[in-house]
Nanobody, 124 residues
């Protein structure tokens, strides 16, 4: 499975961006799509996840209420709508696919497939 992330860019604080992650194969067979981010000098952190079967979602506390993860089933694509962006949201954003259980959904090592990352920069 190959994942292609896109949609990053430069935006002012308070602005919005929408990231996309297109999968080369049916995500249904994979299980869960996750979004992570990594700022310079920091670890890769969980942002959001979506279980393909049923569509349930999970968010990091830092983005809850501002970010929304959604999907387009026929297109095998997952989106991350980011609103009310803050400078601390600046990072490289990665999409990932895997079959984590509930207790590991927020852990990068639970995902076996990764996109190439897209830079999001929020200016103050």
């Amino acid at each position: 499975v190959q994942l292609q992330a896109s949609g990053g860019g430069l935006v002012q604080a308070g602005g919005s961006l929408k990231l996309s992650c297109a999968a080369s194969a049916s995500i249904f067979s994979i299980g869960t799509m996750g979004w992570f981010r990594q700022a310079p000098g920091k670890e890769r952190d969980f942002v959001a996840a979506l279980r393909w079967s049923g569509g349930s979602t999970n968010y990091a506390d830092s983005v809850k209420g501002r970010f929304t993860v959604s999907r387009d089933v026929p297109k095998n694509t997952v989106y991350l709508q980011m609103n009310s962006l803050k400078p601390e949201d600046t990072a490289v954003y990665y999409c990932a696919a895997g079959k984590p259980i509930s207790s590991t959904m927020r852990l990068p090592h639970a995902y076996g497939y990764w996109g190439q990352g897209t830079q999001v920069t929020v200016s103050s």
